[in-house]
């Protein structure tokens, strides 16, 4: 079991349309069947057009909320969440000077995942605009704290959800299968609390 696990991706500059598809597809990264994809809020039409019209390094900014499956967020529950992300990661902006929009994976066993994609741009200014700059968790994880903790949502960092590890024999044919591999086991560790940061993996 894990927590609520909020994260922003290291993805933002490859093709816009090509996040749309994957963020909105059938499929997930391996391949398996999405048994629900649901557009909460905003419109990705307008986000892959603005976000693929930027000649920033970094043209979006991809965040990934995924739930517990036994805490079971309604739709209003989602919305709720993405209203307070908008005023966390937009603050003090109307929503004509920004673009996003938010979409609900639902696996078939009823896991849900939230991914809000956002063009890296300030719209009446053109500017550039980051979200998510460096330390960017001492802004974002206060909001998961209050909804994990108003919602009674599983928290990564609650001690009776952390789970022991064994490294066991690293057995690999080639170099994918040993990247899959140290992918799984930090992954394990972020989403159990282990490590929070660059400087953690390190």
């Known amino acids: 079991l894990r927590g609520t696990i909020c994260i922003f991706l290291k993805y933002g500059s490859g093709s816009d349309h090509r996040a749309n598809e994957y963020v909105l597809g059938n499929t997930d990264h391996k391949g398996d069947q999405r048994h629900q994809v649901l557009l909460i809020q905003g419109?990705?039409?307008?986000?892959?057009?603005?976000?693929?019209?930027?000649?920033?390094?970094?043209?979006?900014k991809s965040y990934v909320a995924g739930f517990a499956k036994e805490?079971?967020?309604?739709?209003?529950?989602?919305?709720?969440?993405?209203?307070?992300?908008?005023?966390?990661a937009f603050a003090g902006l109307e929503p004509d000077?920004?673009?996003?929009?938010?979409?609900?994976?639902?696996?078939?066993?009823?896991?849900?995942?939230?991914?809000?994609?956002?063009?890296?741009?300030h719209l009446k200014t053109g500017k550039s605009l980051n979200i998510a700059p460096p330390n960017w968790q001492k802004t974002f994880d206060p909001l998961r704290d209050l909804f994990n903790n108003t919602?009674?949502?599983?928290?990564?960092?609650?001690?009776?959800?952390?789970?022991?590890?064994?490294?066991?024999?690293?057995?690999?044919?080639?170099?994918?299968?040993?990247?899959?591999?140290?992918?799984?086991?930090?992954?394990?560790?972020?989403n159990n609390g282990l490590i929070d940061d660059r400087s953690d993996v390190i």
């Open 71 to 88: 805490d079971d967020p309604t739709i209003d529950e989602i919305n709720e969440f993405v209203d307070e992300y908008k005023k966390t």
């Open 151 to 190: 919602k009674g949502w599983a928290r990564p960092d609650d001690p009776n959800r952390a789970r022991p590890f064994q490294r066991g024999a690293w057995h690999h044919s080639d170099k994918e299968s040993a990247k899959d591999q140290i992918h799984e086991y930090l992954m394990q560790c972020f």
């Open 97 to 121: 000077e920004y673009v996003f929009y938010a979409a609900l994976h639902v696996d078939e066993d009823g896991k849900k995942d939230l991914h809000i994609l956002s063009a890296n741009v």
């Open 43 to 60: 419109n990705p039409e307008i986000f892959a057009a603005v976000a693929d019209s930027l000649d920033f390094k970094s043209r979006y």
